[in-house]
């Protein structure tokens, strides 16, 4: 069975008679990843800045057949030369540099990676790109994260020929949470947009004649719906087994 480790958050959390700070995530993302036949495993983050981060990414990564980098706050705009925008929030430098830290290890070691909402904005930043910081400024309207707890809705049109496509067909309707999206994205191809433009997906292509490591982002939260399509991918991915 492939095992897929899942980035975290470190929070304060309630259970039981316990209040603390604990490594959270939904517990949608390992029911999605057991669903396709895979074991989940959570990467709490690593202390910012520590010395050993990048051995600790590269030791944990090198026991993975597969990384997921979940959703969750914004990307810190530092990390791409940019002032912060008024609706910009919730930056955690000990995350972006925890999930950075992976996806170095993952790149260098072939794993496949499936970026989720903030993970493909992280996936982005890490290959050199930029974000939109705040979407509604640019499409004028708030659907993508209608506020509080509440998904959105987006249909996406997904480019004919991509890995998604071949998981999920030509268009996919998926639950949405986000103020931020991708601009700029080097060494990807847009492979997903809503119908107001908004990119999607974006998956990295192999040079011609090589053979392509998944590396695919979506902006969708696809363990909040009923349609797992790209977790099943990435597992199918990390067992070295061909989309349908």
Request: charge should be negative; aromatic fraction near 4%.
């Amino acid at each position: 069975m492939a095992v897929i480790g899942i980035s975290t958050y470190r929070e304060e959390a309630s259970w039981g008679l316990w209040h603390q700070v604990a490594d959270v995530q939904f517990a949608q993302y390992s029911d999605a990843v057991v669903a396709a036949g895979g074991v989940p495993v959570l990467l709490t983050p690593a202390p910012a800045g520590g010395p050993g981060l990048a051995a600790a990414a590269t030791a944990v990564v090198s026991r993975l057949d597969g990384l997921i980098i979940a959703g969750g706050a914004d990307v810190d705009p530092e990390l791409y030369d940019a002032p912060a925008h008024p609706e910009t929030a919730g930056i955690r430098p000990d995350r972006d540099a925890w999930e950075l830290a992976l996806l170095d290890a993952a790149t260098a070691l072939g794993i496949p990676t499936l970026g989720i909402c903030r993970g493909m904005q992280l996936m982005a930043v890490h290959a050199g790109g930029t974000l939109q910081q705040h979407t509604p400024d640019e499409v004028g309207h708030t659907q993508h994260s209608p506020g509080g707890e509440v998904f959105g809705s987006t249909r996406i049109s997904l480019a004919p020929g991509s890995q998604l496509a071949a998981a999920e067909g030509g268009e996919v309707v998926g639950p949405c949470h986000h103020h931020q999206s991708v601009a700029t994205h080097p060494g990807f191809v847009p492979t997903g947009r809503a119908a107001d433009g908004t990119l999607e997906a974006m998956e990295r292509h192999a040079p011609e004649g090589d053979s392509a490591v998944f590396c695919v982002g979506v902006q969708w939260h696809p363990e909040m719906g009923a349609d797992h399509a790209p977790i099943e991918a990435l597992v199918r991915a990390a067992h070295g087994t061909p989309s349908p």
